[in-house]
């Protein structure tokens, strides 16, 4: 695999770990900032993911025989 | 005319040409009798009406489920004189016929499958949300996969589908959906769900899918199941085996994937969220920053204030040591040589002595010296 696919389940994880951390408050600033601009990358990645207009299903076929 | 005589395999061999040029596959609709199963592999039973009744022969693999005296069937064979045991029809599949065998049929194999606990709720898995891949048992020229690969398309367009294309219906589409199972679930890379469905149909149409072999290898499937058979009142044991049931092929495409414009309308909403939280962070720390300003500004006022307090009170207990204040007084301080003379030893008559009052210094000499008391 020489292209990274884009994994938008695990992107989606990720932010809802970051949500949870937040949502679990007792933070420090330092943390908050960094966990911030995190969610903001991913954000913005999943939010062009998902804004893609040439994405389109990709559809392969195989015909099933009969056995034997 | 010169009479034909055969002997008995050449009989046999003649018959079965005649057999197979005439009837290729036959299809025998009747009920359904002596049907019995040897060795868990063989099944022997006949077909039959009010006049007549055919022998017939299929492996157990042929049966759509369990099967029972009285039901009616369709069989699809071919007719076969057999050199030692006769007349057979060789059966290549087998399906209850009409409303009530359909559903006495369907009724054993639930109880069947039931028992082994094939559809209980807790062999039931999550199914990977969104999926990447998708494999697709149906009929590619069906309703169904029109209506679910234009939803999937419509709502989440990041899928492969990879479409095993069989039959849904007639006596091959139990093989071929049970082998198309199969076969997504060896893939090299297997799919992250898999999704059999057809639409609507009479219980005939959709027979194949309370077929045991199907059911099985729904069962069976190791890539978490999605099944939508017919409409939403039909209930097929494909679906009660299946990981997650759908009603329609349309709401299996429903159920599958996100809709990528509430997914994206969810993010942006999280996108204030995120914001909103990291400023409340940082608003509370300011807050937090400001009142421990307060309490240190006090503490320090504090601390100040205490040791000026102190500064005063050794003041105070120091001036009473100013030998000055006692002088003022009118009491006057003796040396000699620099040495306070303190008792009568310290002097001797005639030396010379230093006397300081508040206001002057004296030289004089002792004239003389006594002890007191």
């Not at chain 2, 367009?157 to 959906?177: H, S």
């Not at chain 2, 997504?184 to 890379?189: F, I, K, S």
């Amino acid at each position: 695999m020489a292209k990274q696919e884009f994994d938008y389940k695990k992107k989606r994880a990720e932010l809802d770990e970051l949500l949870a951390w937040f949502e679990r408050g007792d933070v420090s600033v330092d943390e908050a900032i960094s966990k911030y601009q995190q969610a903001e990358k991913l954000l913005a990645e999943l939010e062009t993911y998902l804004a893609a207009t040439q994405a389109k299903i990709e559809i392969l076929t195989k015909k099933i025989t009969n056995p034997e | 005319m010169e009479q034909l005589v055969y002997t008995p395999t050449d009989f046999v061999a003649i018959a079965n040409q005649s057999l197979a040029y005439t009837f290729g596959i036959a299809y025998i609709e009747g009920e359904l009798a002596n049907f019995r199963i040897s060795k868990n592999k063989w099944v022997y039973f006949d077909i039959k009406d009010d006049m007549a009744k055919v022998s017939c022969f299929a492996t157990i693999y042929a049966l759509p489920g369990p099967l029972e005296d009285g039901m009616l069937v369709k069989v699809a064979g071919s007719p076969r004189l057999h050199p030692q045991f006769g007349f057979s029809v060789t059966v290549q599949s087998i399906q209850p016929s009409g409303e009530g065998s359909i559903k006495k049929a369907f009724d054993l194999l639930k109880v069947k499958l039931e028992s082994e606990d094939l559809f209980d709720e807790s062999r039931k898995r999550a199914l990977p949300y969104p999926p990447k891949n998708i494999a697709l048992v149906t009929s590619s020229e069906s309703a169904a996969y029109a209506d679910f690969t234009k939803i999937i398309g419509a709502r989440w367009p990041f899928v492969k589908i990879t479409v095993y294309d069989t039959q849904v219906q007639g006596e091959a589409a139990p093989a071929q959906l049970a082998a198309a199972i199969v076969a997504a679930n060896n893939e090299g890379t297997p799919a992250d769900i898999l999704v059999v469905t057809r639409g609507g149909g009479s219980a005939d149409d959709l027979a194949a899918f309370n077929d045991e072999r199907v059911v099985r290898a729904i069962a069976a499937s190791r890539i978490p199941t999605l099944v939508a058979i017919g409409h939403e009142v039909d209930e097929s044991l494909a679906e009660l085996a299946a990981d997650m049931r759908a009603s329609t092929p349309s709401n299996a495409a429903e159920l599958a994937v996100p809709d990528k414009q509430s997914e994206l309308y969810h993010i942006k909403q999280l996108h204030t969220r995120f914001a909103q939280m990291v400023r409340n962070e940082i608003n509370a720390e300011r807050s937090s920053v400001q009142q421990h300003k307060l309490l240190f500004a006090q503490s320090i006022h504090r601390l100040l204030q205490r040791q000026q307090d102190g500064l005063v009170s050794i003041k105070q207990i120091l001036s009473a040591y100013n030998p000055d204040n006692v002088l003022q007084r009118g009491y006057a301080l003796v040396a000699s040589s620099g040495k306070v003379v303190r008792s009568a030893t310290d002097v001797t008559a005639g030396q010379s002595i230093q006397i300081t009052t508040a206001a002057a210094m004296i030289k004089a000499t002792v004239t003389d010296v006594q002890e007191r008391n």
